[in-house]
């Protein structure tokens, strides 16, 4: 698709629903992952599976943020149409994607353990599972960056709709193996694990061969090795502090982990089917921020600032539209949501508290990532890092112990809108001050047109 002209709302919708309804089907195999052990298997083994993923998250964050270096790279590329630098770009991303995935496969297996007693999982046959889960999902990692990969390169062509049929092709074979696993050949948190990784491997594959036939330019060879070293450093360079954004991040989340692991695996329980909730009604502000990143590169690269600024209203409005419908839609209903994944008033009770503490704050959520994807897209990639790391290690974190030892655990989740607060702060006077416009990969000819 092509941003560089057009009514902005409607191209950042057109974009935004495909990645939307891939998001649902996204978070759906994620969900039933907890249902099925939720349900069949119990409240243990629903908190094992939501605790691994701040880890497993934080060891791919790396290459995971270089990947959206190259995102904005080959976004940039094409609204320049130069065809010959993303080829570069993308060969030398799928030659760093298949060395980087041996040792990141054996650091992960190596550390599952020691990471997860550091986040004080109870060893009441909790640890034992998550351990399990997680070592199962490093093995088939390459997978998962993979997919990754593939959806950013058509993120960076405008293209949403072909990364949904990847994640519907991942999702029903997810869900398929996950019932054919644990319900009936009972093979409980391993099995949930296994049916993730055949899922991603399969859909990563699909991509490839699409990409293939489809993009014929690109010439991906996964065995014939083609590195230039130049785009490589480029993709590093801007997609490093992405990568550090989320590594600080998951570090952020598996310290909050350790706060509510400490109140036990019915609390736990509580904040992971909560949090899965939580993942729902973030999806629209997560497609509109990926699709402000693609627009504002594009533009970018095509030299149309002033529609960078156009776009950067109608993402907001769009944003926090959909953050109120969505927070106070889903509000009253938080009890029969938390039912889905566990019976027990305990966990209901501990997951109810987390989405009322959360859901009203929604707007300030949406307002952020819209000014950050702006930035992103630009290829200002320091302060997004900046705003997350401030809103979470400033902010959200230690607001969070206070309270707990203030007002006990039911408070904590309110640390969330502070910590969102002080990064709209940031992200805001970045975008006004305007700096982010010199940050782009293309180099603009002397009179190009800068009207914003």
Same mark, same amino acid.
């Given at each position: 698709?092509?941003?560089?002209?057009?009514?902005?709302?409607?191209?950042?919708?057109?974009?935004?629903?495909?990645?939307?309804?891939?998001?649902?089907?996204?978070?759906?195999?994620?969900?039933?992952?907890?249902?099925?052990?939720?349900?069949?298997?119990?409240?243990?083994?629903?908190?094992?599976?939501?605790?691994?993923? %701040?880890?497993?998250?934080?060891?791919?964050?790396?290459?995971?943020?270089?990947?959206?270096?190259?995102?904005?790279?080959?976004?940039?590329?094409?609204?320049?149409?130069?065809?010959?630098?993303?080829? /570069?770009?993308?060969?030398?991303?799928?030659?760093?994607?298949?060395?980087?995935?041996?040792?990141?496969?054996?650091?992960?297996?190596?550390?599952?353990?020691?990471?997860?007693?550091?986040?004080?999982? %109870?060893?009441?046959?909790?640890?034992?599972?998550?351990?399990?889960?997680?070592?199962?999902?490093?093995?088939?990692?390459?997978?998962?960056?993979?997919?990754?990969?593939?959806?950013?390169?058509?993120?960076?062509?405008?293209?949403?709709?072909?990364?949904?049929?990847?994640?519907?092709?991942?999702?029903?074979?997810?869900?398929?193996?996950?019932?054919?696993?644990?319900?009936?050949?009972?093979?409980?948190?391993?099995?949930?694990?296994?049916?993730?990784?055949?899922?991603?491997?399969?859909?990563?594959?699909?991509?490839?061969?699409?990409?293939?036939? /489809?993009?014929?330019?690109?010439?991906?060879?996964?065995?014939?090795?083609?590195?230039?070293?130049?785009?490589?450093?480029?993709?590093?360079?801007?997609?490093?502090?992405?990568?550090?954004?989320?590594?600080?991040?998951?570090?952020?989340?598996?310290?909050?982990?350790?706060?509510?692991?400490?109140?036990?695996?019915?609390?736990?329980?509580?904040?992971?089917?909560?949090?899965?909730?939580?993942?729902?009604?973030?999806?629209?502000?997560?497609?509109?921020?990926?699709?402000?990143?693609?627009?504002?590169?594009?533009?970018?690269?095509?030299?149309?600032?002033?529609?960078?600024?156009?776009?950067?209203?109608?993402?907001?409005?769009?944003?926090?539209?959909?953050?109120?419908?969505?927070?106070?839609?889903?509000?009253?209903?938080?009890?029969?949501?938390?039912?889905?994944?566990?019976?027990?008033?305990?966990?209901?009770?501990?997951?109810?508290?987390?989405?009322?503490?959360?859901?009203?704050?929604?707007?300030?959520?949406?307002?952020?990532?819209?000014?950050?994807?702006?930035?992103?897209?630009?290829?200002?990639?320091?302060?997004?890092?900046?705003?997350?790391?401030?809103?979470?290690?400033?902010?959200?974190? %230690?607001?969070?112990?206070?309270?707990?030892?203030?007002?006990?655990?039911?408070?904590?989740?309110?640390?969330?809108?502070?910590?969102?607060?002080?990064?709209?702060?940031?992200?805001?006077?970045?975008?006004?001050?305007?700096?982010?416009?010199?940050?782009?990969?293309?180099?603009? %000819?002397?009179?190009?047109?800068?009207?914003?």
């Amino acid at each position: 698709m092509d941003m560089t002209s057009g009514n902005p709302y409607k191209l950042i919708l057109i974009f935004s629903l495909p990645l939307l309804v891939g998001n649902i089907f996204q978070q759906l195999y994620n969900m039933v992952d907890s249902i099925v052990v939720g349900n069949l298997v119990g409240e243990k083994a629903l908190a094992a599976v939501s605790t691994g993923f %701040p880890i497993i998250f934080g060891l791919s964050s790396l290459f995971m943020g270089i990947g959206m270096g190259a995102t904005v790279m080959i976004s940039q590329f094409y609204g320049a149409k130069d065809l010959e630098s993303i080829r /570069h770009t993308v060969n030398t991303m799928y030659t760093a994607l298949i060395v980087a995935s041996i040792p990141l496969t054996i650091v992960g297996v190596l550390l599952s353990d020691p990471l997860l007693r550091l986040m004080q999982v %109870p060893d009441d046959g909790t640890l034992e599972m998550a351990r399990t889960y997680m070592i199962v999902i490093f093995i088939g990692i390459i997978g998962n960056l993979g997919f990754n990969l593939n959806a950013g390169i058509l993120q960076g062509f405008g293209d949403s709709r072909t990364s949904l049929l990847f994640l519907l092709i991942a999702t029903i074979i997810n869900i398929a193996l996950d019932l054919l696993f644990t319900a009936a050949m009972g093979m409980g948190v391993f099995g949930v694990a296994l049916a993730t990784i055949i899922a991603q491997l399969a859909s990563w594959s699909f991509g490839i061969w699409y990409l293939k036939r /489809h993009y014929v330019f690109l010439e991906i060879r996964l065995l014939k090795f083609r590195f230039k070293k130049e785009f490589f450093f480029k993709a590093m360079k801007l997609g490093i502090p992405s990568g550090l954004q989320q590594m600080l991040f998951s570090i952020g989340i598996m310290t909050m982990q350790a706060l509510v692991n400490g109140y036990g695996s019915l609390f736990m329980a509580g904040f992971s089917g909560a949090n899965k909730i939580d993942s729902f009604a973030f999806m629209p502000i997560q497609s509109f921020a990926t699709a402000m990143t693609t627009y504002t590169g594009q533009n970018v690269g095509a030299s149309r600032m002033d529609r960078v600024k156009q776009g950067t209203r109608a993402g907001l409005v769009l944003a926090i539209v959909c953050s109120l419908v969505l927070g106070f839609g889903i509000y009253p209903f938080g009890g029969f949501l938390m039912r889905m994944f566990n019976q027990n008033p305990e966990v209901i009770a501990a997951g109810e508290v987390y989405l009322r503490s959360v859901l009203p704050f929604y707007a300030l959520l949406g307002i952020q990532f819209i000014y950050t994807a702006v930035l992103r897209g630009a290829g200002e990639m320091i302060i997004p890092m900046v705003s997350s790391f401030v809103s979470l290690w400033i902010a959200r974190i %230690p607001v969070a112990y206070i309270l707990a030892a203030t007002l006990g655990r039911d408070s904590i989740y309110f640390s969330y809108a502070a910590g969102w607060l002080l990064g709209v702060i940031i992200a805001f006077v970045s975008y006004k001050r305007g700096k982010w416009k010199t940050k782009a990969v293309i180099v603009r %000819p002397q009179n190009a047109e800068n009207p914003a």
